[in-house]
């Protein structure tokens, strides 16, 4: 997965709470064996006007102007605000994946739904936990100006406006940090250790020959 390390990004404000993950990519989406192509679908019953089903042309479908993400002054975002309890529901994985694939690398709420939250850190998107006054006050500036921008340190734990005027420091574990700044998913850390694994097999094999299927 990608790292992260430093990212400055557009803001966009979903005021919602309790944003359930059938709401954040819905059931209809998930028949794919595929990790890909989620993207177009995010949000989908709030994003288009009419009813989405696998296969059909995004393009092509009407979309709900009424929706932020539908917005002109929020095209290219890649930082999601919302309220609490984001990512409740079910626990698909499909849902970061639907948000990281339309472009987002970070959300910032007050809080989140547990499974939902693991989620995200093994798949390269990083949920951000600020207090309700911190959230108030972003809504507030995201509103008032447009085109605002948010920068996230990872490696300073800080959420910070473009010229440093305000700053929002925030908690993660050292072991999901770690994991975010070198991009590594629980394939990434296995394969750090793939010559010590290569070698037992190899050993095990040697000491045990029997079981080679080779034989």
Known sequence: MNKFIVHEGLVAPLDRANVDTDA?????FLKSIKRSGFGPNLFDEW???????????????PLNPDFVLNQERYQ???ILLSRKNFGCGSSREHAPWALDQFGFRAVIAPSFADIFFNNCYKNGLLPIVLTEQQVDHLFNEVK?????????????QIVSTTNGSQTYPFEISEFRKYCLLNGFDDIGLT???ADTIRAYEEKHLHEQPWLSNTI
Do not use: C, T
């Not at 994003?47 to 479908?61: A, I, V």
């Open 24 to 28: 954040i990519i819905p059931k209809q």
């Open 47 to 61: 994003r288009y006007l009419d009813h989405g089903e696998p296969g059909m042309d995004n393009s092509k479908r």
């Open 76 to 78: 290219g975002s890649s």
């Open 144 to 156: 008032a100006f447009p085109g605002y921008r948010l920068v996230i340190d990872l490696e300073k």
């Open 191 to 193: 394969l750090r250790k």
